[in-house]
Nanobody, 118 residues
Framework: QVQLVESGGGWVQAGGSLRLSCAAS????????MGWYRQAPGKQRELVAS???????NYADSVKGRFTISRDNAKNTVYLQMNSLKPEDTAVYYC????????????WGQGTQVTVSS
């Protein structure tokens, strides 16, 4: 079992910045990658950014150049630095952990709301 606890969401004006944090606990040694997803009202959940255990990163085209994902292995925490926020970034942001090898499990955090006003 892996537990994910997110923090750092909130309200910000367009052009502002926020940093999300996701602290992992439990059976974290088998986590292959962690990522951030988001879901806006009426839309499907989509990948925002991910980072592997080897620190390879991947970003959605819509956030490239504005968002940065990073990890602090000593704190078992993944961060999402969001700059130049736009109203279309408004969504619930979820932390995800891709766990396991022969058996793969996706773990999710509870979600944190990000609201960007124009």
């Amino acid at each position: 079992q892996v537990q994910l606890v997110e923090s750092g969401g909130g309200w910000v004006q367009a052009g502002g910045s926020l940093r999300l944090s996701c602290a992992a606990s439990g059976s974290i040694s088998n986590i292959r990658a962690m990522g951030w997803y988001r879901q806006a009202p009426g839309k499907q959940r989509e990948l925002v950014a991910s980072i592997t255990s080897g620190r390879l990163t991947n970003y959605a085209d819509s956030v490239k150049g504005r968002f940065t994902i990073s990890r602090d292995n000593a704190k078992n925490t993944v961060y999402l630095q969001m700059n130049s926020l736009k109203p279309e970034d408004t969504a619930v942001y979820y932390c995800n952990a891709d766990w396991g090898s022969s058996i793969r499990i996706n773990y999710w955090g509870q979600g944190t709301q990000v609201t960007v006003s124009s």
